[in-house]
């Protein structure tokens, strides 16, 4: 089972090495596919550095800045081509943490797609929130849950794995989201496809160094966003995946 973990970047040179180490020394083979939209910090050429000490680590290079969504379709589609097995998905700034790779990989031997989830069982484990944006996170949870009948614990996490056959069926060139809602339609389209889907329980902490990417527009979508999915699809017409299941 070949492996991989997208990680997209823009000016996360403080936070990019130390990700990259703490993903390739994990027990279970993983490589590392950086996406780059062109970061003025020099976060690329960091990369580039590494690269030349260890075959297992990617870059991909993008102009401008494009966005979350269109980082991982452009990243996920690299590993499809490279014919990668697995393919995991998570942040930058250390807000996932690497040594929970084991928990979704261990998930994905009976599911599908595997969602690290920060609100498992129940149970709240983010660590360095303020009581207003852990509110904001469960009220979105709730929110994406209520609009689109999804019914994970953690709907907008961006610590994921998939098998290869999900991002092949799911049509990855009709993904109309390029915020934190990527999350929510990607989930979305896994769903109606009929994968199973699971999760595991991980630990959020909120980065320590670098900025957030949060802006108005991004929450302007994640809010539309799971409106839009449950009432004109997104144009998710009847088709059938690779395995011969309906996506509708």
């Given at each position: ?7 997209p970047?823009y000016?996360?040179?403080?936070n990019i090495?130390?990700?990259i180490?703490?993903v ?10 950086i ?15 590494l690269?030349?000490?260890?075959e297992r680590?990617?870059l991909?290079?993008?102009t401008?800045?494009r966005g979350?969504?269109l980082?991982y ?7 499809i ?6 393919i995991?998905?998570m942040?930058?700034d250390?807000?996932h943490d690497?040594d ?12 599908d797609?595997?969602?690290?989830s920060r609100?498992?069982g129940?149970?709240?484990?983010v ?5 207003s ?5 469960v ?8 609009v689109t ?10 610590f ?5 056959a999900?991002l092949?069926?799911?049509n990855?060139?009709?993904i109309?989201?390029n ?5 929510v339609e990607?989930l979305y389209?896994?769903r109606?496809?009929g994968?199973?889907i699971?999760?595991?329980?991980i630990v959020?902490t909120e980065?320590s ?10 929450v302007?979508?994640?809010i539309?966003?799971?409106w839009?999915l449950?009432?004109s699809?997104l144009g ?6 690779s ?5 509708a």
């Amino acid at each position: 089972m070949r492996s991989v973990v997208v990680i997209p970047t823009y000016n996360e040179r403080e936070n990019i090495l130390r990700i990259i180490e703490a993903v390739l020394r994990q027990p279970e083979h993983f490589d590392v596919l950086i996406v780059d939209d062109g970061s003025p910090d020099g976060t690329a050429d960091i990369v580039r550095g590494l690269q030349g000490q260890n075959e297992r680590i990617k870059l991909l290079c993008r102009t401008g800045r494009r966005g979350l969504g269109l980082s991982y379709v452009d990243g996920f589609k690299a590993c499809i081509a490279e014919n990668y097995d697995r393919i995991f998905e998570m942040d930058a700034d250390y807000s996932h943490d690497p040594d929970d790779l084991g928990k979704l990989a261990k998930s994905l031997e009976e599911h599908d797609m595997a969602i690290g989830s920060r609100y498992f069982g129940g149970r709240v484990s983010v660590l360095n929130w303020p009581i207003s944006r852990l509110a904001l996170s469960v009220f979105a949870g709730c929110y994406v849950r209520l609009v689109t009948g999804l019914k994970q614990s953690d709907p907008t996490s961006g610590f994921r794995g998939f098998r290869s056959a999900v991002l092949q069926s799911i049509n990855l060139d009709a993904i109309k989201s390029n915020g934190y809602s990527f999350q929510v339609e990607t989930l979305y389209r896994a769903r109606k496809c009929g994968f199973r889907i699971g999760e595991a329980p991980i630990v959020f902490t909120e980065r320590s160094v670098g900025k957030s990417k949060m802006s108005g527009g991004i929450v302007s979508e994640a809010i539309m966003m799971p409106w839009l999915l449950r009432f004109s699809r997104l144009g998710l017409k009847a088709q059938k995946n690779s395995s011969g299941r309906e996506c509708a």
